[in-house]
């Protein structure tokens, strides 16, 4: 009943026009933008307990890339609000035509717990810019970032348009039960197909961002100590628990062992002899995703990493090495700091092995050769509407 209420105080607000208000809107978002910097420490805090980030991590990879959302939003607002001309035709040669950007509503934002800052506040910046209400559901898997939230952005933005609703799966059911006018969610595809099912019985558009098993071409042509060093950054930060994350590497058999070796090597320089010991290194949510991710290599041959605590939610950077199509670790996203490496006898055997699966999010590619960066971005079917690349 209570979210109920939540959503149609949200909704009453919507209604009294304030925040359609322009001024009104920049003085939402520098407020929010205030919460960064004067509850920098309890959010950094929060989050050491919930993934073990440090407090750089903290700022870099969540609050600082917000902070540039909202100075971009309040720079451009006036023009991004403002009418835009359109080119007249026949029917509309004796009309003022002109497109008017309005705000849709009521929005819902249901936050994700790896990056539980950045991916529930983006869209909420959006929201705000574009003079929406917005009811905020973060992650309950983050206990104590979700805390933080819905103590400090009541104090910080309008509480009415903007109520922070906590909870777990029930709440989360409830809420999408409610009509709203638009859904946005970070997460994966399974409950992505829920919250997709619910918004259809209101007819609500929804954005969501779901993830998947991105692959990693590297050449062997290409500059390999320089290629690993950045795959090993963007696998293990943040404990390997990020969308965008290289999930596995395509490689010939003949640079297999030199990719484990210069992996190795990156991962001590990043995290030292002990990662367990360097406070740059993360650790895996919870306890439910720590067995999940351990399950996924049983079947695997590990080449580098492995060491594990359950207790701590530890587990080591893991490199595993010929591993098969149909292994488990091969069959789900892994959402942690588990790499697989499956050998392939050339780009065309890749490019057909990346054909057979899901839609990811990314493609990463590492050559110097522009004849297989062409035919990876034009032969790979997954990436025809969806790719991120990295050429080296």
């Not at 969610?185 to 619910?198: D, F, Q, R």
């Not at 990156?266 to 406070?279: G, L, R, S």
């Not at 595993?320 to 670790?329: I, M, Q, S, T």
Request: charged content about 25%; hydrophobic content about 40%.
């Amino acid at each position: 009943m209570e979210l109920y209420h939540s959503v149609a105080r949200a909704r009453k607000a919507f209604e009294t026009g304030r925040s359609k208000c322009l001024d009104y809107r920049i003085m939402q978002l520098e407020s929010l933008k205030r919460l960064f910097t004067e509850r920098q420490k309890e959010i950094a805090d929060a989050l050491k307990k919930d993934l073990n980030k440090s407090e750089v991590a903290s700022q870099l990879y969540e609050t600082m890339g917000l902070e540039g959302e909202i100075n971009l939003a309040v720079k451009n607002l006036k023009s991004w609000a403002a009418p835009r001309p359109v080119e007249k035709n026949l029917l509309t040669l004796m009309d003022t035509v002109y497109i008017r950007p309005e705000p849709v509503g009521v929005v819902l934002v249901i936050g994700a717990w790896n990056y539980p800052w950045a991916v529930t506040i983006q869209p909420l910046i959006g929201a705000i810019a574009a003079g929406n209400a917005a009811v905020i559901k973060p992650s309950e898997v983050c206990v104590h970032t979700a805390k933080v939230m819905e103590e400090f952005l009541p104090a910080y933005i309008d509480k009415e348009l903007y109520p922070v609703v906590t909870g777990g799966v029930t709440e989360t059911q409830e809420l999408l039960r409610q009509r709203f006018d638009h859904i946005f969610y970070t997460g994966n595809s399974m409950v992505g197909k829920i919250i997709m099912e619910a918004a259809a019985k209101h007819l609500t558009p929804v954005t969501l961002e779901l993830g998947g098993k991105s692959p990693c071409y590297i050449d062997k042509n290409c500059d390999i100590t320089i290629a690993c060093r950045r795959v090993a950054w963007g696998k293990y930060t943040n404990c390997g628990q990020t969308c965008i994350a290289p999930d596995y590497i395509l490689c010939e058999s003949s640079i297999q062992d030199r990719v484990i070796a210069e992996i190795k090597k990156a991962v001590k320089e990043f995290y030292t002899e002990n990662p367990q010991t360097c406070t740059d290194y993360g650790r895996v949510i919870n306890q439910r995703h720590f067995k999940r991710i351990m399950a996924l290599i049983d079947d695997s041959t590990v080449a580098v990493g492995g060491q594990n605590e359950e207790a701590n939610c530890y587990i080591a950077p893991t490199v595993l090495r010929d591993v098969k199509p149909d292994a488990k670790v091969m069959q789900e996203e892994i959402f942690g700091p588990v790499l697989p490496i499956i050998t392939v006898s050339g780009l065309n055997e890749a490019i057909k092995f990346i054909n057979k699966g899901e839609k990811p999010l990314a493609l990463y590619v590492f050559t110097s050769d522009d004849k297989v960066r062409w035919r990876l971005l034009t032969e790979n079917l997954t990436f025809q509407l969806s790719i991120q690349t990295n050429f080296y």
